[in-house]
C-alpha cells in the first residue's frame, strides 16, 4: 500500500505531463477561482479557491501553485477544504501520515505549491468528485502595506524541470488535475483542462489615522519604555496592537517583518541615536 501511495504522489506532480502510458484530455474544463477579500493592516484575511464543473467520475490527482506578494501579505496556514477531504487519509492511515493526501509547502516567500493525490487508484471514493471548496489560505496584511495595495492571488504551473518519455529535459507548463486508473499492470491517465480565475487580497483604510507615530505602539501620544515593552509582546504573540499601533511598530523598514530589529530601532531612537523608521 506505501508503494501504492508514494507512486500516486509522485504522479500528481509529473505523471500527465512526462508519463508514457495512454494520457486522455478530458473535453470539460474544471473551474478553479480564488475568491477575494479586503483587510485592513495587520488583519487577519481567508481566501478560498474553489472547484467547479467537477467531473463526478473525480480526479485522483492535482497540482498547481499560487503566487502572492510577501510584501503586502503574510500567509500564515493552508488547509484542505470540504470536497478536498474524502476520506483517503483514514483509509490509507498506515502512510498517510508520511505522504498525506493534501499537502503544501512554500518554496520561497510568495509562493504556495499544492498537490493532493490518493493511493487508492482502484477506489474512485476516495477521489475529489464534488464541486465546493478545495483548499482554504488564511493570512495577515504586513504592517507596512499601504491602504490601496493588492496582492494579486495567481493560480500557475508550479516551477520545475523533468525528463519526458523522450529523454528530454522540459519545465513544466501545466496546471494538472487528473485520474489514474489501474488494470492489472496497465497504468492509464485521464487529465481536465483548467479554467482559472484568480483572486486578490486588497487593503483597506483601518479608520484610523493615515500618518504614522513610529514608536507609538500602544496608541497613547506618546513614545517611551512603555512601547518598548508593548513591542516586544506584540512580537512574542502575547498582545496584539490596534491597527494604527501595528503601523506605528514598524520601526525598522529594511525587512517587512516586525522583529526584534524593530525593538531595536526604537531603544536607538530613545537614546536619540537614530530617527524612524529606519530605512
Given at each position: ?33 480564488v475568491t477575494k ?5 495587520g488583519e487577519t ?207 525598522d523598514q529594511t ?25
Open positions: 500500500m506505501k508503494t501504492k501511495k508514494t507512486i500516486a504522489s509522485a504522479l500528481a506532480l509529473t505523471l500527465l505531463a512526462s508519463m508514457s502510458t495512454s494520457v486522455v484530455s478530458a473535453a470539460g474544463e474544471i473551474g478553479l477561482q477579500a479586503e483587510a485592513k493592516v484575511f481567508t481566501l478560498d479557491v474553489m472547484l467547479s464543473d467537477v467531473p463526478t467520475s473525480g480526479f485522483s490527482s492535482a497540482e498547481f501553485s499560487i503566487t502572492y506578494d510577501s510584501s503586502i501579505v503574510k500567509v500564515t496556514d493552508v488547509k484542505a477544504g470540504t470536497i478536498a477531504n474524502t476520506g483517503s487519509d483514514e483509509k490509507e492511515s498506515d502512510v498517510s501520515s508520511e505522504v498525506p493526501t493534501f499537502a503544501y509547502f512554500s518554496p520561497k516567500d510568495g509562493t504556495i505549491n499544492v498537490s493532493w493525490g490518493t493511493g487508492l487508484l482502484d477506489d474512485s471514493s476516495c477521489w475529489v468528485s464534488k464541486d465546493g471548496t478545495f483548499l482554504t489560505i488564511t493570512g495577515t496584511v504586513n504592517s507596512t502595506a499601504s491602504v490601496g495595495d493588492v496582492s494579486e492571488f495567481d493560480v500557475k504551473p508550479i516551477e520545475r524541470s523533468f525528463v519526458n518519455e523522450k529523454g528530454e529535459t522540459v519545465s513544466n507548463k501545466d496546471i494538472t488535475f487528473g485520474a489514474l486508473s489501474v488494470n492489472g499492470d496497465d497504468i492509464s491517465a485521464t487529465s481536465y483542462p483548467v479554467s482559472v480565475v484568480n483572486g486578490s487580497v486588497t487593503v483597506v483604510d483601518s479608520g484610523e489615522s493615515d500618518d504614522a507615530t513610529y514608536g507609538d505602539v500602544n496608541v497613547d501620544g506618546k513614545i517611551n519604555l512603555t512601547d518598548v515593552i508593548y513591542l516586544n509582546k506584540f512580537i512574542a504573540g502575547s498582545y496584539t496592537p490596534s491597527p494604527q499601533g501595528q503601523i506605528n511598530a514598524a520601526c525587512n517587512s517583518d516586525i522583529d526584534l530589529d524593530d525593538t531595536l530601532a526604537l531603544l536607538k531612537y530613545l537614546i536619540k541615536v537614530v530617527e524612524l523608521p529606519v530605512k
